[in-house]
């Protein structure tokens, strides 16, 4: 088995790939999820938790709360 080089953690392939209706091991559209920039990952990763427009809310959290700009 070929280890794969993903941009993102497992962790985060698995839900990218879930958002798409893939199942979670379907590495398919890796290479799509690979050219995301990490402002879309995270917003798609909010949007399978159920955030929905809520990235940029979160990312401005993080800056007020933790002095942190993503």
């Known amino acids: 088995m070929?280890?794969?080089?993903?941009k993102f953690p497992e962790s985060i392939m698995r839900k990218l790939r879930q958002r798409?209706?893939?199942?979670?091991?379907d590495t398919s559209m890796d290479n799509i999820f690979n050219n995301y920039s990490p402002d879309t990952a995270f917003e798609e990763v909010c949007g399978w938790?159920?955030?929905?427009?809520?990235s940029f809310t979160i990312k401005n959290w993080i800056k007020d709360i933790y002095k942190i700009e993503l």
């Not at 070929?2 to 993903?6: C, K, Q, S």
């Not at 798409?20 to 091991?25: P, V």
């Open 2 to 6: 070929t280890e794969v080089n993903n």
């Open 20 to 25: 798409e209706d893939l199942e979670s091991d």
């Open 49 to 54: 938790e159920g955030l929905i427009n809520y």
